[in-house]
């Protein structure tokens, strides 16, 4: 049996890896889907206060309190900031860290710092439709969700805490010396992953692509467990 730790992207919630979970409970293999602090169910704790150190601490507190090792940890779009700064702090519980479409930043570098504009429309919303310091959803639609699920996706989301993209990354480095990672890309969404899958390459990561939207965990559940328990 391996423990599988799951961590969701902006806006989205333990929901979003529900199928993928119930697959790997069946294969005999348990899954941790933690939902960070502001987000899904726990929506009602969302303040100015929560930030990236947060969603890290919900995530090494899990791993904590369930005295988990050897796990595998995979984050989804801004779920990779939050994975790479768990790897960095306590790469010794982990066994394969894989990123899925997701942000992989450089020390020093904010989520924002790998957007064309910086992040400067994530603001603008912010300003707009979210007191000036949380984003409200992006629809489904722009992420080339699945048709059945599109509707049930914008229904889900909820607002994100800005702090938590414009915050620099704080790493040591130790996250890129776990023996096993791999990048995952969906390449039906024209979004930035491309060039932290090229990155994945160069630093001799395991590399595989989907023909789908951002949501892999929705639009490839079936092949994305398949593949996570073939590469781990």
């Known amino acids: 049996m391996t423990d599988f730790i799951l961590i969701h992207g902006a806006w989205r919630g333990s929901w979003t890896w529900t199928r993928v979970r119930r697959l790997l409970a069946a294969a005999g293999h348990q899954a941790f889907t933690p939902t960070l602090t502001g987000l899904g169910e726990r929506s009602h704790l969302l303040s100015r206060d929560v930030d990236l150190d947060t969603h890290v601490a919900d995530v090494a507190n899990l791993m904590i309190w369930e005295d988990l090792r050897d796990i595998v940890l995979v984050g989804a779009s801004y779920g990779g900031a939050v994975v790479r700064h768990v790897a960095d702090r306590m790469p010794e519980r982990i066994r394969s860290l894989i990123y899925l479409d997701a942000f992989v930043p ?103 692509e989907f023909a789908c939207g951002h949501d892999v965990t929705l639009d490839m559940p079936n092949e994305l467990t398949a593949l996570l328990l073939q590469r781990t």
């Not at 957007?115 to 959803?137: C, F, T, Y």
């Not at 992953?193 to 395991?206: I, S």
């Open 106 to 208: 450089e020390n020093g570098k904010a989520l924002f710092d790998y957007l064309p504009d910086n992040g400067e429309s994530m603001r603008q919303l912010a300003v707009a439709h979210g007191d000036g310091w949380k984003i409200p959803p992006i629809p489904a639609s722009v992420f080339a969700v699945n048709a059945a699920d599109a509707a049930w996706v914008d229904r889900q989301c909820t607002m994100h805490p800005l702090s938590s993209c414009e915050a620099p990354a704080r790493l040591s480095g130790a996250c890129d010396g776990i023996a096993n990672i791999g990048y995952i890309v969906a390449r039906g969404h024209d979004g930035p992953f491309g060039q932290f899958y090229a990155k994945a390459g160069e630093r001799g990561w395991w590399r595989e």
